[in-house]
């Protein structure tokens, strides 16, 4: 199954100048979404993986149906003042400002073994925040997974050049 024909492109959004790739429309369709974890769960299975950290939005749709599908707990990261008790946060840069991610200090820890998803590497800002703040939990980060993947922007090279795997089922040239 072609996955990269359900993504759909919309030129000039949020920004002029930008192609923003719409996951919904693989998510809207049932077979495709289906084909999906299943192509993730067969790559990342035998790969040591404890836990399945989700990136707010869409990384919890991804992560949590592979969490489901692998039979692995799943870890929200989540945008600041969403989870309920004590957390830790990691600030980071984007285009056009700072955000800051957060994740329970209880949710994993010593011999975890995590995989962070989330459905698109862009520029790597999200990506990073939440490696960091697997790690500052004491767990290890046993990879990144990705829907998509926008090389010209170098995030899934910053992934690998802190020594993780960086995997995505697709990319697209350009931004």
Not at 37 to 63: C, E, H, L, M, Q
Not at 125 to 151: N, R, S, Y
Request: glycine share 10%.
């Amino acid at each position: 199954m072609d996955l990269k024909s359900y993504i759909r492109t919309i030129p000039n959004f949020p920004k002029k100048g930008i192609l923003f790739r719409d996951v919904t429309t693989l998510f809207n369709n049932a077979d495709a979404f289906s084909h999906m974890v299943d192509v993730f769960a067969k790559y990342w299975t035998n790969k040591s993986i404890t836990a399945i950290a989700g990136i707010d939005a869409r990384g919890f749709i991804i992560g949590g149906a592979l969490a489901f599908k692998m039979n692995l707990p799943f870890v929200a990261l989540r945008k600041k003042g969403k989870l309920p008790f004590d957390t830790i946060s990691k600030e980071f840069d984007l285009e056009y400002g700072t955000a800051t991610l957060e994740v329970h200090k209880d949710a994993v820890g010593t011999g975890d073994h995590v995989l962070i998803v989330d459905d698109l590497i862009a520029t790597g800002g999200t990506a990073l925040a939440g490696i960091d703040l697997i790690k500052a939990l004491d767990a290890e980060v046993a990879g990144c997974a990705f829907l998509v993947d926008l090389p010209d922007l170098s995030g899934s090279s910053k992934i690998r050049n802190r020594g993780i795997e960086s995997h995505a089922l697709m990319a697209f040239d350009g931004h």
